[in-house]
């Protein structure tokens, strides 16, 4: 299915851009388009299109304001030395999308319509995506229940959507360690739940816990399992890894409560190839505590897209504070980070085949 592009968009001046592009922030500006396409039962999906962006005609009764029958994606694409634009994995974004609108119901976007919406939007504002530095243009594919219908059943019409915002930082402060706050009252996602599927009720759920970590001047909130409250699942929006001392790398491993991260499963394999034993298996609040105590975990770090790779600086709870390292990214948190974004840059070899070209 194709995304042609139709109307002309209110363009903002490059003047402007450029003022954007220098200091783009996180998800605070939107490029001149988006793609979108309409699904109703019987006739599947049609009208797809890149559109100028601007705000939705949505029905008050529309079911995902009421139900949030909802699914998004996050990724990103980079622009390399040559000017040429990449995107990072874009597949595993479609797989993605499609298993989590099958938890929540909805239909499945094929994976070459994901990919064709992604490219058709990106070289349609291929002027947005930024060069230099850590920055990149970050994608939002998303998909909504626009059905006007307040009875509770899977809606009859769903709109599919790709919106695209420069992104620098996601974290203000850059590369410097993030603090976390244990969540010990609030829980994330339950067996049989929605927590591996990338919906907005499951951040929704978080925002509790998010605030409670601010309160606490914390930059993030973990979350651990919802049965006994004791093995460490992940961040608000971010998978976690522990670095032991003998170079094991050691992460949560996949229950159906943690989301599936594609920088986490890509950690995994770059791990391997720069010759770490990999660890997928669960880890418990007092391995943690005690590893790094006893200096037997000697790294901590959060991964994610817009994240990327960022070091944790200390872990705070009810029980008190437990400081992680000197301040500073560890060794191998460091090198895992370069190598994951000199392949997404182009600076290194992609053994993988993670990129696609789109410009
Ligand atoms: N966990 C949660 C809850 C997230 O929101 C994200 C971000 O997308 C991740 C993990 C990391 O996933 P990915 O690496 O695919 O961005
Ligand atoms: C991402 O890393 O893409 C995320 O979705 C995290 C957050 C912005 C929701």
């Avoid at 634009?85 to 609108?101: D, I, K, M, T």
């Avoid at 099958?102 to 239909?107: G, K, Q, S």
């Avoid at 970050?138 to 695209?164: D, Q, W």
């Avoid at 522990?242 to 499963?265: K, S, W």
Wanted: net charge negative; with cysteine.
């Amino acid at each position: 299915m194709s995304f042609p592009v139709q109307g002309s968009a209110a363009v903002v001046s490059p003047e402007r851009r450029a003022e954007i592009l220098a200091a783009p922030g996180f998800g605070k500006h939107f490029t001149d388009h988006m793609a979108i396409a309409t699904w109703t039962k019987g006739a599947g999906w049609h009208d797809a299109a890149v559109v100028p962006y601007g705000p939705l005609q949505l029905d008050p009764a529309a079911a995902v304001l009421h139900y949030a029958q909802e699914v998004f994606e996050g990724m990103k694409v980079y622009r390399h030395a040559d000017g040429s634009v990449w995107s990072f994995r874009p597949e595993a974004n479609a797989a993605r999308l499609a298993r989590s609108a099958r938890r929540l119901a909805l239909p499945e976007v094929p994976e070459q319509m994901f990919l064709e919406a992604v490219t058709s939007l990106v070289r349609a504002d291929e002027a947005w995506v930024p060069s230099g530095g850590e920055s990149s243009l970050y994608l939002r594919p998303f998909m909504v229940a626009t059905e006007a219908f307040l009875g509770v059943r899977s809606a009859h019409e769903v709109k599919f959507l790709v919106i695209a915002s420069p992104a620098g930082s996601y974290f203000t402060g850059g590369v410097k360690p993030v603090s976390i706050w244990l969540s010990q009252d609030y829980t994330r996602a339950a067996f049989g739940g929605t927590g591996s599927a990338k919906c907005g009720g499951n951040y929704a759920a978080s925002l509790a816990a998010q605030d409670e970590a601010h309160e606490h001047g914390c930059d993030q909130v973990c979350f651990l399992d919802a049965t006994e409250r004791r093995y460490v699942e992940e961040l608000g929006g971010m998978n976690l890894f522990f670095v032991h001392d003998d170079g094991t790398i050691v992460t949560p491993e996949l229950t159906g409560t943690i989301l599936e991260g594609i920088t986490r499963a890509s950690i995994l394999e770059l791990a391997e190839d720069l010759g770490h034993e990999v660890s997928e298996r669960r880890v418990s609040i007092d391995e943690w505590r005690e590893g790094v105590a006893s200096g037997r975990i000697t790294e901590v770090f959060a991964c994610g897209t817009a994240a990327v790779v960022t070091p944790v600086g200390k872990l705070v709870s009810r029980d008190g504070e437990l400081v992680h390292g000197t301040g500073g990214p560890g060794e191998v948190t460091a090198t895992i980070r370069r190598q994951l974004l000199d392949v997404q840059y182009g600076r290194a070899q992609d053994p993988h085949g993670w990129m696609t070209r789109l410009v």
